[in-house]
């Protein structure tokens, strides 16, 4: 099946995407304009963006201790991507945007990231960054940075992490200080002067775009001298790479930012990640050390600014893990049919003579191929389905609105994580379905392989998700996001039971979601946030495959209702029947054995005298 | 722990390698000649292998039109490996070899492996090369070739696999001709032309050596030209790339294998791989295109000569794959123990203004370091378990002999495949724990990963294992070495109940045990190979797991009762304690959802209809 006919059906037919052309945000749009920008995608990211993947990957950026070079193909891509429009999707259409819904702009965005993730990288940063600063910055700072990132002309970064800081924000040390007179009243906003290291910040430096925009955490220090400790103390701050004036136009003057090296990565090589330095003194402004940044939003308010993208930054990079995915299964099927290799097991292929086979009809190729299929496809179930939750945050009415910003809460965690451990083991198995083959660099499923490994680790590493899910989310609100989640899964479980064979997946959905809440309880039952969570990595799995168990249910109930109905492409509707069926069959199954150690509280990790390992 | 204290508690406390010294082939042996031994390859291992193994992965073999260029240290650290005489550490004294027992070998091995995969190869496959014309080359064979590449002469290959023939072997196309009158006449054995191409060649072409003594599976034609089809048409060559005369001296005269190109990897790149043509005409003998080469034993014969090797050689890749396992838990451990980041949760921790703590002290970085060990230990375990097998086969009495040799045949493909697998996992956690700097190839652990990847693919993938084990091994003379492997496990479980830790950990491997022979039994009961073996792969793993869990509980007993009577290292011992439990409570729960498909009899993946896909 084309990955094209699964996301129409996915966005159109099960999540119906055109139901949101009835709210007034999207009243302009229709069934037609949302697959005329599919359209646009599917063909830019064909032409412009997957023919260089591999280029993106080999001819690694460098610099030269002047400038950072990417390859042109690479410049042409995100160029043409920004010239379609596709920067500002979600915009409001005032602001020159295509006010599209969020999961039709996440649909966009799927096809760039299965044809080049390195490439795409440059506009997905891009855009959250413009997206933060259309929604806390002034409108000065609209006008300045944000609208030219969504027109093309500059890009974004996120400059969160320090070299001595990564999953632990709180303890950065990046000082901004009020940049003397006249500092509150820079039309630009609060001025101040940064000080600090930046770590892996990807798009930090090269020449794709006119100015840089970075969006930078910082402490101010109080009166001693002292940066305050924790989270509380962060503000954020827009630190643009060449200075602009109060009308957002380029001086010409350089803002004191720094390249101090590339980090040269295993992967996701097309985009040039950095440490850069801020206000060392490399580029003095007005004479003195001191990077000239504009305060977003309130003093401390900077980690709120910034998560308030963190649901979609996560769910993105849940969706590139996801299309990584997609694009090994698309590689592995395709090389599967084509490969001769080896005869029936059993009689049918005693004779010697006889020409060998095509390898898909090997039964444990096909187990490869099926469980890419249900890793890929069920991690774009679960994508679209929280993106269609931004939706439902955004303009759905006040009670779906609630409803659906609960459930975002606490799917994030697992959109994120989920495609990120099981999409990578799909690139896998894509290695394994080419032999040797797969193992050279001659073949795509490598680099697939390579970049998706990122994903469990940027954006809040395997275990903050784990951390995040079962310390915070499932408890938030007296638990309500968690009930509403098995409302959702038991709804389910009763309209599969309509179908006579899908009535023991039901059971089986029903089942886990009991061991999900067995321990959610175990975990919670003295009320020690420091043991609950002791074993939440097992939680987050035996979580994360009851999600998408749920989820393949719930398409699966929909593919009978169509086939019965003689409705829709069957070999479509077959094959997500035949994945579901893999998924309950091979891949649930494995929950109890996850979720055991939560529900005994087994204490070894808590206790365990390290200097035994 | 070091990795030296644990091999020598295994290999001499639990294996009880000295006891060896009581047979008449390691009579001049004794534990301090394997001490000395081993105390040698860590040395050379430390000083020669380690600190290039970055750099044999950068400076990957390039071809200039003439020569395959590696970097200068990979020479002298195989040649130094070879001048120590470690190549015929197996061989008989009076050709000049060690006469070591082969656990002993392995154990040796393991150093280089674990310092570098990619240089060590060139030493292992010469070895298992030379140890094959030991084996079954005629006495001229044995001087002209063999004994050279012991002595650090030449090196060797293996030359199995095909472009278009991989994992069926009967598919090849590379033919041999007799080379005229004379032909049968040759002190070197009966001499051949060979015409064909061989693929994925380590060590192919490279100057590291005087020789490379090819080692090629071929077809001689029958009378009507055409070659005979399947396994039992396939003969054995010695293909030299220089000529050598009657009394094994160097002639000059290069004979016909050409470099058709190199592979360029994933990883293990300081191996060079090649794609070699034979007999194209490139370097004509006497006048005209074809490779000579020598039979070495019977025609046809040749797959049942090259798979006396295989058992071994399939241990070694586990054993590689171990040892990358190994290297990556170093790496992992030491950072883990210095990198501060965040603080512990609840009360303890909430004072942001502490410093952070090492993140060992994370309860998800114990879990990936105690995996990272169950997995490295566990695998060091099984290839030392199988290794000792390998020398009771080959010196025990009639009866050892006999239940050694049937119980190596069955665990051989787990010997090969689960370290694969979960050493693999082991270098992916290793990565997970060095958070973003994991991700870079500024440390080691992303080298460890993409080298290891390799593992499940060659030297039989991990479904030919799973067939193998399933399709073949487990049903062997009726079932007999399933049979004493279910006794042995019994009998560790017996063992272990008398530790009243233990006792559960002895049910719980019995009832894995029970579903392994469910299985078995479910998988067989029509007596249909082509049914038996379509869930193969789950069987594979929850085999696995179950073997590698009763050699767990098999240390832990040990572990148990010298810290009951105050004997050895205590942290050591009470790591294997850790370790173990940790395997019980979260890896060996598994086994029965991997089984279940088995047990159940699904045929999802027989009756698959592929056009779904």
Redesign the interface.
């Known amino acids: 099946?084309t990955f094209r006919a699964t996301l129409d059906l996915l966005l159109l037919d099960w999540l119906q995407a055109d139901a949101l052309t009835a709210r007034p945000r999207f009243a302009e749009h229709s069934a037609d304009t949302f697959a005329a920008v599919l359209d646009l995608s599917e063909r830019l990211a064909q032409d412009k963006f997957a023919p260089h993947n591999r280029r993106a990957d080999t001819e690694e950026p460098h610099f030269d201790g002047e400038r950072v070079h990417l390859p042109e193909a690479t410049r042409e891509a995100v160029q043409a991507h920004a010239e379609a429009g596709l920067r500002a999707a979600g915009q409001d259409a005032e602001c020159g945007g295509m006010q599209l819904p969020y999961v039709v702009e996440a649909a966009s965005r799927s096809f760039f990231m299965k044809a080049s993730i390195g490439i795409d990288a440059y506009a997905m940063l891009t855009t959250a960054n413009a997206n933060l600063l259309m929604a806390h910055g002034t409108p000065a700072q609209r006008t300045a940075f944000a609208v030219p990132e969504l027109d093309g002309r500059y890009t974004g970064t996120m400059c969160l992490?320090e070299p001595?800081?990564?999953?632990?924000l709180?303890?950065i040390l990046t000082r901004a200080v009020p940049d003397g007179a006249g500092s509150d009243a820079d039309p630009l906003g609060p001025r101040y002067r940064l000080q600090g290291h930046k770590?892996?910040i990807s798009g930090g430096e090269h020449e794709l775009s006119d100015n840089i925009v970075h969006l930078v955490l910082a402490k101010v220090p109080g009166a001693d001298g002292r940066l305050p400790?924790?989270?509380k103390g962060i503000s954020l701050f827009i630190v643009p790479r060449w200075l602009v004036d109060a009308d957002g136009r380029l001086t010409g003057t350089r803002n004191d930012v720094a390249l101090a090296g590339l980090?040269?990565?295993?992967?996701y090589r097309g985009t040039v990640n950095t440490l850069l330095n801020f206000g060392e003194g490399r580029y003095p402004v007005a004479g003195r050390a001191g990077a000239v940044g504009y305060r977003v939003g309130a003093e401390g308010d900077g980690l709120r600014c910034m998560f308030h993208m963190m649901n979609e930054a996560r769910i993105q990079v849940g969706l590139g893990a996801t299309m990584l995915g997609w694009a090994g299964y698309e590689a592995a099927?395709d090389y599967a049919?084509q490969r001769?290799?080896?005869?029936?097991?059993?009689?049918?292929?005693r004779?010697?003579?006889t020409p060998?086979r095509p390898i898909?009809?090997?039964?444990?190729?096909?187990?490869m191929?099926?469980a890419q299929?249900a890793y890929a496809e069920g991690g774009l179930a679960l994508g679209l389905y929280c993106a269609r939750l931004v939706d439902d945050k955004a303009t759905g009415d006040a009670a779906v609105a609630s409803e659906a910003g609960a459930l975002l809460e606490l799917l994030t965690p697992v959109a994120k994580s989920w495609p990120s451990e099981w999409c990578q083991e799909a690139n896998?198995l894509a290695?394994?379905v080419h032999?040797?083959y797969?193992?050279?660099?001659?073949f795509a499923v490598?680099q697939y392989?390579?970049d998706n490994?990122?994903n469990?680790?940027?954006e809040g590493?395997?275990?903050i998700q784990?951390?995040d899910l079962l310390?915070r989310k499932v408890r938030a609100e007296g638990g309500r996001a968690l009930a509403l989640w098995q409302a959702r899964l038991q709804d389910t479980a009763r309209r599969a039971r309509a179908v006579v064979a899908l009535q023991p997946m039901a059971d089986a959905l029903e089942d886990a979601a009991a061991l999900v809440t067995a321990a959610t309880q175990a975990a919670w039952r003295g009320d020690?946030?420091?043991?609950a969570?002791?074993?939440?990595?097992?939680y987050l799995r035996g979580f994360g495959h009851t999600v998408v168990a749920w989820l393949w249910l719930d398409l699966a109930t929909l593919a009978s209702q169509r086939l019965e109905a003689g409705a829709g492409d069957a070999?479509?509707l077959?094959?997500q029947l035949?994945a579901a069926?893999?998924f309950f069959?091979?891949e649930l199954?494995?929950v109890?054995?996850w979720l055991?150690?939560v529900i005994d509280g087994?204490d070894?990790?808590?206790t365990?005298?390290?200097?035994?390992?």
């Open positions: 099946m992490s001595q800081a990564g999953s632990s709180g303890d770590m892996w400790p924790g989270v980090n040269h990565k295993l992967g099927l049919r001769p290799q080896g005869r029936p097991a059993g009689p049918a292929g004779d010697p003579a060998p898909i009809e090997h039964p444990d190729v096909r187990r191929l099926l299929k896998s290695i394994q032999g040797g797969g193992y050279t660099r001659d490598e392989w390579r490994r990122l469990m680790i940027h590493t395997h275990g784990a951390q310390g020690r946030p420091d043991v969570t002791h074993n939440a990595m097992g070999q479509l077959q094959g035949a069926r893999y069959v091979r199954p494995q109890g054995a055991a150690p087994d070894q990790l808590a365990l005298d390290t200097d035994v390992l």
